[in-house]
């Protein structure tokens, strides 16, 4: 595959498979917040609390893109997008002040 330069503006997110990782951080910060409490660990719990609470957040986010549609989560058929002026993207140089 060639590089053209537009990447970042084509690039298409995994969301389904963001979404299973998200859903298997849950489980698991669920499992370590319940064992850690239980063990008499409220550090290591509330450790896990927290980051049960960014895994649930990223899947709240993670399926309000997937619900938004194609434009976030573009189907197999949907090809990919070609660049805006139809060819590869340079980056300019900054010019040098001072040198000739």
């Given at each position: ?14 969301l389904?498979?963001r ?11 669920i ?70």
């Open positions: 595959m060639v590089r053209t330069g537009s990447e970042p503006a084509t690039a298409r997110s995994a389904r498979a979404l299973w990782l998200s859903v298997w951080g849950v489980v698991w910060a499992f370590g917040t319940a064992a850690f409490a239980l063990v008499g660990r409220p550090g290591w719990a509330a450790a896990c609390g927290v980051l049960w609470l960014v895994a649930t957040a990223d899947m709240v986010v993670i399926l309000r893109h997937i619900r938004q549609g194609p434009h976030y989560q573009p189907g197999r058929d949907v090809p990919p997008y070609p660049p805006a002026d139809g060819g590869p993207r340079r980056l300019r140089r900054p010019p040098q002040h001072g040198h000739p």
